[in-house]
């Protein structure tokens, strides 16, 4: 009983059908979990969003502050004169400015009491 090469090619799906389609699932599953738009590349992507999303949330907080902070800077009398005393050093008619030196790192450290004397 001689089996003939066009049995063999029929037998062949039968004989190796299930190992190609294990081999075949998995090949996808790893590309699914690994590839370029895999499981663990969107999970990335989801973390890199949130980091992106937190950035763009102090900023538009930051944003808002600046707003408020130029809308005093144009509208209210008590911003404005407190910026012309302390940066630009001005005053109402009649006051008069003092201005000390700035103090140095040393004049502003506390002396160190004095070690005893060893004696001899």
Same mark, same amino acid.
């Not at 590309?31 to 590349?41: I, K, S």
């Not at 103090?103 to 060893?118: D, G, L, V």
């Given at each position: 009983m001689k089996v003939t090469l066009e049995e063999r090619v029929?037998?062949?799906p039968h004989h190796y059908g299930t190992h190609l389609l294990v081999i075949f699932v998995v090949v996808l599953l790893v590309?699914?979990?690994? +590839?370029?738009? +895999?499981?663990?590349?969107m999970r &990335?992507? &989801?973390?890199?969003?949130q980091k992106v999303n937190?950035?763009?949330e102090r900023l538009n907080k930051?944003?808002?502050a600046l707003d408020r902070d130029v809308k005093d800077l144009k509208t209210d009398p008590q911003t404005? &004169? =407190?910026?012309a005393r302390e940066e630009l050093g001005l005053a109402k008619p009649g006051?008069?400015?003092? =201005?000390l030196p700035a103090?140095?790192? !040393?004049? !502003?450290?506390?002396?160190?009491?004095?070690?005893?004397?060893?004696k001899p």
């Open positions: 029929k037998k062949l590309h699914d979990v690994f +590839g370029t738009h +895999g499981y663990l590349a &990335r992507k &989801r973390i890199e969003i937190a950035e763009l930051e944003n808002a404005i &004169r =407190k910026i006051e008069v400015i003092i =201005k103090q140095t790192p !040393q004049e !502003q450290a506390p002396a160190a009491p004095a070690a005893p004397a060893a």
